[in-house]
């Protein structure tokens, strides 16, 4: 399947510091999506950038998608330690609008 | 409240035994979908539905079957064919205007 690759696989920083995870895909997308779960529970959306924009921000949230290098990365600025979860991008590919594919996932790690 | 509910949340399965797993959603959302999550990875599409009374199969569908026959209900049933059903299941949803999908908290099967 034409499943998205993050990096890095774990992550661990400290309290304060920023967290950058990175998506890559290898087709043409109509929408990109970051979601987040916590340990054994469902995913919960965080945001979605459409493949006509180039940034957007959600509070604490920054993701960016370069079409031309087929890849977008999520920044967390000021991270806190309930920010600890596994973040998974996910794409909605040109033609598939209804389906989504995940990517396997960066566990953050957020120490006090 | 509204939301997407499954149950149960733990479920044991004896090998040979057909097993149904519920999701339930009061968002009036017309797309629902079931995922299977192996333990350190991502998600993988088994089947989805984007009206009543249809469905199609995701990427993994071999030894799974489905049921729309309500806008609120999209059970899944684990048979017997299917070879290592153990893993964390979960049920999505969607808005057919949207691209967000909302996710449930997840059954984990465990064959014994």
């Known amino acids: 399947s034409q499943q998205g690759e993050e990096d890095p696989q774990a992550l661990s920083i400290q309290e304060g510091e920023n967290a950058t995870m990175n998506c890559s895909y290898k087709?043409?997308?109509?929408?990109l999506q970051w979601y987040r779960q916590n340990s054994g529970r469902g995913l919960v959306h965080l945001i979605l950038?459409?493949?006509?924009?180039r940034e957007k921000h959600s509070g604490r949230l920054r993701v960016t998608l370069d079409t031309s290098k087929k890849s977008s990365s999520l920044l967390i600025t000021a991270s806190r330690a309930a920010d600890t979860a596994s973040y998974f991008c996910?794409?909605?590919?040109?033609?598939?609008?209804?389906?989504?594919?995940f990517g396997t996932g960066t566990r953050l790690q957020v120490t006090l | 409240d509204g939301g997407i509910t499954q149950s149960p949340k733990y479920l044991f399965r004896k090998e040979g035994q057909n097993v149904t797993l519920s999701c339930e959603q009061n968002?009036?959302?017309?797309?629902m979908y079931w995922y299977r999550q192996d333990p350190g990875q991502g998600l993988r599409l088994i089947y989805y539905?984007?009206?009543?009374?249809?469905?199609q199969k995701g990427d993994i569908a071999e030894g799974y079957s489905v049921s729309r026959e309500k806008k609120e209900s999209f059970p899944l049933t684990v048979t017997s064919a299917q070879k290592n059903p153990t893993a964390f299941y979960l049920c999505?949803?969607?808005?057919?205007?949207?691209?967000?999908?909302?996710f449930g908290p997840g059954t984990r099967l465990t064959v014994l």
């Open positions: 999505a949803s969607r808005l057919s205007s949207t691209d967000t999908q909302y």
């Open positions: 087709t043409s997308i109509n929408n």
């Open positions: 950038i459409r493949s006509n924009e």
């Open positions: 996910a794409t909605a590919f040109t033609g598939t609008a209804s389906k989504l594919t």
């Open positions: 968002l009036n959302h017309d797309a």
């Open positions: 539905s984007q009206i009543v009374n249809d469905f």
